[in-house]
């Protein structure tokens, strides 16, 4: 831009501020006009780049205005007036940007339009704000009066609306979705005047709630800054919502706006939209006793949006009851008690909104079909946590003593949890209401647990073999006697990972050699290894019945692993079932448990209906492997270390 | 729309798509005009002379011819033209020194408007020139031959009359500028001439940065990244020179080049080039690679046509700045009427800018 590269603006707004030094009202003036000019014949050339870098003239002036002033302490009336002028500047290049004028290029779109009215709307939010921010509440006043006097809309678009209206009555199985949404996103644009102007009105008058918190204004400024505000008295369930939920970091400046100065080096983070803009929401909702809170289904977001609603809201009324002194002629109450029974009001209101979008959400969630794509990534977790736990599995490899007995008539046992995940059918779905659940992978490790946990319930039903020492180095040095006896050479040891610990005795020992690196080859290994015992590896189980034992086995000779594959899962050995909850699982979850899933959190009845809903967002998780261990021989030894420390 | 030269393409679609700008442009003759009135030019105004001179003297024209000497006039008449001719001069040097000193807006951004306007140099250089023809003929009056000192006598008078043409008409541009509102208009007409060019410069960029870009699609070009910088090596990268300024591509010979270099091999470009950007090297502009290895860079040295920076990087007046400059003066002062005047001018400006924006 030439501008730029000339810093033909930087000079223009330099020569601004002496021209306000100079105290000359008719220069300022001058200047005024200059980029009104400027603008409009930007609008008139339907250019947005070069609209959107001077539509915030207004605030440009004020500043350098706003900064003489607090520099030299003094106003004076003639430039009142200039700062009076720009709030009507503003509202009448609102005006001509309406489609009436003509004046926009006729050609451009309703979406372009409206960015060129954001922009302008924006420029009126930030001329506010820095008036406020000067505490000028005069000419804030006045140029609320400039605001006010826009209208409420450039186009109401009624036919749109009467058939949107009765598309949606008769729109049976979503034949008319294609429309409906088009219609949606059309009216979304004309609604986009009516919006901005909602936004700009409501977000000053939070932001003076805020200010008169923080004292940062007197209570007579305040209430006669509101009432000019509320000449437009509108339902802003929706906005609070948008407000708590969108990124303001990119719409009209609120992210930046402050109260007070900060130190050039000292650490500060300015105010959170959110936040008071919920404080501002509940303090507007009491005074004007609007307490019933209405939101269209798809503007609330995130399930959870209105219960966090709920809770700042909580935490809103208990501040507002505690200074019910300073805030009384605000909310026009001065009982803290009838404070709490109005904020009760809305509170149920917005707790009934939540239970008609939660039961629309798992509406959705119930009729959406599982998700192939969805259900793929969950088994391939599962596997993964699985392929990782099974210790005992991975020994049986190493040694190759195992048998598919797959197509033979033996009964083996069926490994694996069969499990009902409450409002877990989130996961495997696609859509808005996908949500990942952390942890239910965990599932995989738990039958890798249940497998090692069989093995040795086989491996210690025999009692036989059992001998008692006092030291590990002890025990180990019997059982290899005893398996030496039988002509046996141990290849491997189980000990307990927390139990053992290579003592001094057993650290000096000349069999035992602590392997300071980890094994080769260590992923088809069990994950937890000590070392080496006259040339078995020492392994770590995590299993009760291994507390204070060991188990010291030629594993090769001494067991056998037998096992069936399924059609599904992992190299056909874990099969992973993902099915949705049934009509009869449902009423038999209800029967069980009917308190359970016909009471709220906030402690609401629900229906049955409802409450078989619920029930219907969760989803059965079935994982198994066919698995079977047997002794071949019993030649392995198990000590049992008798008087272990006891820790 | 092919061409052999980027440039004349760009300057075609300028000329279609910005009428504006163009209306105001230097036609070739004003071109020439501009380019003997400047300061330095003064060996372009000899040479000139010398090939007037010339030429009425060898080449005589009938018109010029109907003036007839007897064999003495000659050498009266050149001494008197001389002592004619510096009087005058000297006379009018004292009077527009004097003028100068009392310019209305004394500013050196008006001195240089009002040299330009008046081709100062030029009318000055030009008397010199003359003065000094009349005093080598009539140095020469012995020497030459029977018929040519009789010719260049009539010359040197014909353009001993011109310099009082030329003299006359820098009064008149002097003396108008004794009024400040009048310079203000001049001003204001450069200021707009001059940001009209830049504009007109910027579009040039723009413009050549786009059928360049489309050029180089067509032809499957792609834009390097670091991975093929990479394998393009680190000895080529630093192989800058200073920087020239890129004045034009050759399309077609670029185009002959491309299609004769390593078929087969994805060719990629280093930088997105365009028109009045200093470049530091455009044999390095493409590169054709193969698999992993680079080959060696297209050579393409001889299709850029490049313009050494020093000559264009000299100021070409600033009489935009001048007023960002004067904003300040009148926004102290307070003087409304003088800024509107100024601020008219800015949004004119803007508005140009604006309605001139690359399609």
Same mark, same amino acid.
């Given at each position: 831009?030439l501008?730029?590269?000339?810093?033909?603006?930087?000079?223009?707004?330099?020569?601004?501020?002496?021209a306000?030094k100079?105290?000359?009202?008719e220069t300022?003036?001058?200047?005024v006009?200059f980029?009104?000019?400027?603008v409009?014949?930007?609008?008139?050339?339907?250019?947005?780049?070069y609209?959107?870098e001077?539509?915030?003239?207004?605030?440009?002036?004020?500043?350098?205005?706003g900064?003489?002033?607090?520099?030299t302490?003094?106003?004076?009336?003639?430039?009142?007036?200039v700062?009076?002028?720009?709030?009507?500047?503003?509202?009448?290049?609102?005006?001509l940007?309406n489609?009436r004028?003509?004046?926009?290029?006729?050609?451009?779109?309703?979406?372009?339009?409206?960015?060129?009215?954001?922009?302008?709307?924006a420029?009126?939010?930030?001329?506010?704000?820095?008036?406020?921010?000067?505490?000028?509440?005069?000419?804030?006043k006045?140029?609320?009066?400039?605001?006010?006097?826009?209208?409420?809309?450039?186009?109401?678009?009624?036919?749109?609306?009467?058939?949107?209206?009765?598309?949606?009555?008769?729109?049976?199985?979503?034949?008319?979705?294609?429309?409906?949404?088009?219609l949606? /996103?059309?009216?979304?644009?004309y609604?986009?005047?009516?919006?901005?102007?909602?936004?700009?009105?409501?977000?000053?008058?939070?932001?003076?709630?805020?200010?008169? /918190?923080q004292?940062?204004?007197?209570?007579d400024?305040?209430?006669?800054?509101?009432?000019?505000?509320?000449q437009?008295r509108?339902?802003?369930?929706?906005?609070?919502? #948008?407000?708590?939920?969108?990124?303001?970091?990119?719409?009209?400046?609120?992210d930046?706006?402050?109260?007070?100065?900060?130190?050039?080096?000292?650490?500060?983070?300015?105010?959170?939209?959110g936040?008071?803009?919920?404080?501002?929401?509940?303090?507007?909702s009491?005074?004007?006793?609007?307490?019933?809170?209405?939101?269209?289904?798809?503007?609330?977001?995130?399930?959870?949006?209105?219960?966090?609603?709920?809770?700042?809201?909580?935490?809103?009324?208990e501040?507002?009851?505690?200074?019910?002194?300073?805030?009384?002629?605000v909310?026009h109450?001065?009982?803290?008690?009838?404070?709490?029974?109005?904020?009760?009001?809305?509170?149920?209101?917005?707790?009934?909104?939540?239970?008609?979008?939660?039961?629309?959400?798992?509406?959705?969630?119930?009729?959406?079909?599982?998700?192939?794509?969805?259900?793929?990534?969950?088994?391939?977790?599962v596997?993964?946590?699985?392929a990782?736990?099974?210790?005992?599995?991975?020994?049986f490899?190493?040694?190759?003593n195992?048998?598919?007995?797959?197509g033979?008539s033996?009964?083996?046992?069926?490994?694996?949890?069969?499990?009902?995940?409450e409002?877990?059918?989130?996961?495997?779905?696609d859509?808005?209401? #996908?949500?990942?659940?952390?942890?239910?992978?965990?599932?995989?490790?738990?039958?890798?647990?249940?497998?090692?946990?069989?093995?040795l319930?086989?491996?210690?039903?025999?009692?036989?073999?059992?001998?008692?020492?006092?030291?590990?180095?002890k025990?180990? /040095?019997?059982?290899?006697?005893?398996?030496?006896k039988?002509?046996?050479?141990?290849?491997?040891?189980?000990?307990?990972?927390?139990d053992?610990?290579?003592?001094?005795e057993?650290?000096?020992s000349k069999?035992?050699?602590?392997?300071q690196?980890?094994?080769?080859?260590?992923?088809?290994?069990?994950?937890?290894?000590?070392?080496?015992?006259d040339?078995?590896?020492?392994?770590?189980?995590?299993?009760?019945?291994?507390?204070?034992?060991?188990?010291?086995?030629?594993?090769?000779?001494?067991?056998?692993?037998?096992?069936?594959?399924?059609?599904?899962?992992?190299?056909n050995?874990?099969s992973?079932?993902?099915?949705?909850?049934?009509?009869?699982?449902?009423?038999?979850?209800?029967?069980?448990?009917?308190?359970k899933?016909?009471t709220?959190?906030?402690?609401?009845r629900?229906?049955?209906?409802?409450?078989?809903?619920?029930?219907k967002?969760?989803?059965v998780?079935?994982?198994?492997?066919?698995?079977?261990?047997?002794?071949?021989?019993?030649?392995?030894?198990?000590?049992?270390?008798s008087?272990?420390?006891?820790? | 729309?092919s061409?052999?030269?980027?440039?004349?393409?760009?300057?075609?679609?300028?000329?279609?798509?910005?009428?504006?700008?163009?209306?105001?442009?230097?036609?070739?003759?004003?071109?020439?005009?501009?380019?003997?009135?400047?300061k330095?030019?003064?060996?372009?105004?000899?040479?000139?002379?010398?090939?007037?001179l010339?030429?009425?003297?060898?080449?005589?024209?009938?018109f010029?011819?109907?003036?007839?000497?007897k064999?003495v006039?000659?050498?009266?008449?050149?001494?008197?033209?001389?002592?004619?001719?510096?009087?005058?001069?000297?006379?009018?040097?004292?009077?527009?020194?004097?003028?100068?000193?009392n310019?209305?807006?004394k500013?050196?951004?008006?001195?240089?408007?009002?040299?330009?306007?008046?081709?100062?140099?030029?009318?000055?250089?030009?008397?010199?020139?003359?003065?000094?023809?009349?005093?080598?003929?009539?140095?020469?009056?012995?020497?030459?031959?029977?018929?040519?000192?009789?010719?260049?006598v009539?010359?040197?008078?014909?353009?001993?009359?011109?310099v009082?043409?030329?003299?006359?008409?820098l009064?008149?541009?002097?003396?108008?500028f004794?009024?400040?509102?009048?310079i203000?208009?001049?001003?204001?007409?450069?200021?707009?001439?001059?940001?009209?060019?830049?504009?007109?410069?910027?579009?040039?960029?723009?413009y050549?940065?786009?059928?360049?870009?489309?050029?180089?699609?067509?032809r499957?070009?792609?834009?390097s990244?670091?991975?093929i910088?990479?394998?393009v090596?680190?000895?080529?990268l630093n192989?800058?020179e200073?920087?020239?300024?890129?004045?034009?591509?050759?399309?077609?010979k670029?185009?002959?080049?491309?299609?004769?270099a390593?078929?087969?091999?994805?060719k990629?470009?280093?930088?997105?080039?365009?028109?009045?950007?200093?470049?530091?090297?455009?044999?390095?502009?493409?590169?054709?690679?193969?698999?992993?290895?680079?080959?060696?860079?297209?050579?393409?040295r001889?299709?850029?046509?490049?313009?050494?920076?020093?000559?264009?990087?000299?100021?070409?007046?600033d009489f935009?700045?001048?007023?960002?400059?004067?904003?300040?003066?009148?926004?102290?002062?307070?003087?409304?009427?003088?800024?509107?005047?100024?601020?008219?001018?800015f949004?004119e400006?803007?508005?140009?800018?604006?309605?001139?924006?690359?399609?």
């Amino acid at each position: 831009m030439l501008f730029d590269t000339n810093n033909i603006r930087s000079s223009i707004s330099d020569a601004l501020k002496k021209a306000v030094k100079s105290r000359s009202a008719e220069t300022v003036d001058e200047y005024v006009s200059f980029y009104r000019n400027l603008v409009t014949s930007s609008i008139r050339e339907g250019n947005f780049t070069y609209y959107k870098e001077f539509i915030r003239f207004p605030s440009l002036v004020y500043s350098a205005i706003g900064s003489e002033n607090k520099r030299t302490g003094f106003t004076d009336v003639a430039m009142n007036k200039v700062v009076d002028m720009l709030g009507l500047h503003l509202r009448e290049i609102i005006f001509l940007l309406n489609p009436r004028f003509n004046l926009l290029k006729n050609n451009v779109g309703a979406e372009l339009r409206n960015q060129f009215y954001y922009e302008a709307f924006a420029g009126f939010n930030d001329f506010l704000y820095k008036l406020s921010r000067a505490h000028e509440w005069q000419a804030m006043k006045v140029a609320i009066g400039y605001f006010n006097g826009l209208s409420t809309g450039d186009n109401d678009a009624t036919s749109l609306r009467l058939e949107l209206n009765g598309l949606e009555r008769q729109n049976i199985n979503g034949a008319q979705n294609d429309r409906i949404a088009q219609l949606k /996103e059309q009216l979304f644009q004309y609604d986009a005047f009516g919006r901005l102007r909602r936004h700009v009105n409501v977000g000053i008058k939070y932001w003076l709630y805020f200010l008169y /918190e923080q004292h940062s204004i007197d209570e007579d400024n305040l209430l006669l800054l509101i009432a000019q505000l509320e000449q437009f008295r509108y339902n802003t369930a929706e906005d609070v919502i #948008f407000f708590r939920t969108a990124d303001l970091r990119t719409y009209m400046g609120w992210d930046n706006w402050d109260f007070e100065d900060h130190e050039e080096s000292g650490f500060y983070s300015p105010p959170i939209p959110g936040n008071w803009m919920t404080k501002g929401f509940v303090i507007d909702s009491i005074r004007l006793g609007n307490l019933s809170f209405k939101i269209p289904l798809e503007k609330v977001g995130a399930r959870y949006e209105l219960k966090l609603l709920t809770d700042a809201l909580n935490e809103e009324a208990e501040y507002l009851a505690r200074n019910i002194t300073q805030w009384s002629r605000v909310l026009h109450e001065s009982d803290p008690d009838a404070l709490l029974d109005k904020v009760a009001t809305l509170r149920a209101s917005i707790a009934a909104s939540d239970r008609i979008v939660n039961q629309h959400h798992d509406r959705d969630i119930v009729a959406a079909p599982l998700s192939d794509e969805a259900q793929a990534a969950f088994k391939l977790a599962v596997e993964q946590s699985w392929a990782e736990h099974c210790d005992i599995r991975k020994l049986f490899d190493q040694f190759s003593n195992k048998m598919d007995v797959s197509g033979a008539s033996r009964l083996l046992k069926r490994v694996g949890p069969n499990s009902f995940f409450e409002r877990a059918k989130i996961q495997f779905i696609d859509g808005p209401h #996908f949500s990942t659940i952390h942890g239910i992978e965990d599932l995989g490790a738990m039958v890798g647990r249940w497998e090692n946990d069989l093995f040795l319930e086989v491996a210690f039903a025999n009692e036989n073999i059992v001998i008692q020492e006092t030291s590990y180095l002890k025990a180990f /040095e019997s059982c290899f006697t005893r398996m030496n006896k039988a002509a046996r050479t141990p290849t491997i040891i189980l000990v307990h990972p927390a139990d053992f610990v290579a003592d001094r005795e057993l650290a000096a020992s000349k069999r035992f050699s602590r392997n300071q690196g980890r094994l080769e080859d260590s992923d088809n290994w069990p994950r937890i290894y000590f070392g080496v015992f006259d040339g078995a590896k020492i392994f770590g189980i995590h299993a009760e019945r291994l507390r204070n034992r060991v188990l010291v086995t030629d594993f090769g000779a001494d067991f056998q692993m037998l096992y069936k594959t399924s059609p599904e899962g992992m190299d056909n050995l874990l099969s992973v079932k993902i099915e949705t909850v049934s009509d009869e699982l449902a009423n038999n979850k209800l029967a069980q448990n009917p308190d359970k899933w016909m009471t709220t959190e906030n402690g609401e009845r629900l229906s049955r209906e409802e409450a078989l809903l619920l029930i219907k967002t969760s989803i059965v998780i079935d994982i198994e492997t066919i698995v079977d261990f047997e002794i071949k021989d019993d030649k392995y030894t198990i000590g049992i270390i008798s008087n272990a420390p006891v820790l | 729309m092919s061409s052999h030269s980027l440039r004349k393409g760009v300057l075609h679609t300028i000329q279609s798509n910005h009428p504006a700008l163009i209306a105001d442009r230097y036609s070739w003759f004003t071109k020439i005009i501009l380019s003997l009135t400047q300061k330095n030019s003064w060996w372009k105004v000899i040479l000139m002379v010398i090939a007037i001179l010339t030429i009425g003297t060898w080449f005589p024209v009938k018109f010029f011819q109907v003036i007839s000497f007897k064999p003495v006039t000659p050498s009266l008449l050149i001494d008197q033209r001389a002592t004619n001719l510096a009087t005058i001069i000297s006379m009018t040097i004292a009077v527009i020194g004097f003028l100068l000193s009392n310019l209305s807006i004394k500013e050196p951004q008006t001195y240089k408007l009002l040299f330009e306007r008046s081709k100062l140099y030029f009318i000055i250089y030009y008397s010199l020139t003359v003065i000094g023809s009349l005093i080598l003929i009539s140095t020469l009056r012995d020497t030459l031959p029977g018929d040519l000192f009789p010719k260049l006598v009539l010359m040197g008078t014909y353009m001993a009359v011109s310099v009082l043409f030329c003299i006359g008409y820098l009064f008149k541009t002097i003396i108008s500028f004794a009024s400040a509102s009048i310079i203000q208009q001049e001003l204001v007409r450069v200021a707009k001439i001059e940001a009209k060019n830049k504009i007109y410069i910027q579009l040039i960029s723009a413009y050549g940065a786009k059928q360049l870009g489309d050029w180089m699609n067509d032809r499957q070009l792609i834009a390097s990244s670091p991975g093929i910088e990479q394998l393009v090596g680190q000895s080529s990268l630093n192989g800058l020179e200073r920087p020239d300024l890129l004045y034009d591509i050759n399309l077609e010979k670029l185009g002959q080049h491309l299609a004769t270099a390593k078929t087969g091999a994805q060719k990629y470009y280093r930088t997105a080039y365009t028109l009045n950007v200093l470049i530091p090297d455009p044999g390095l502009f493409i590169y054709p690679v193969t698999g992993t290895a680079s080959k060696k860079a297209v050579p393409l040295r001889n299709c850029f046509t490049l313009k050494a920076t020093n000559r264009l990087m000299e100021e070409k007046g600033d009489f935009v700045r001048y007023f960002a400059r004067k904003l300040e003066e009148y926004s102290e002062a307070g003087n409304a009427k003088k800024l509107s005047e100024v601020l008219d001018l800015f949004a004119e400006i803007y508005d140009l800018e604006m309605k001139n924006q690359p399609v």
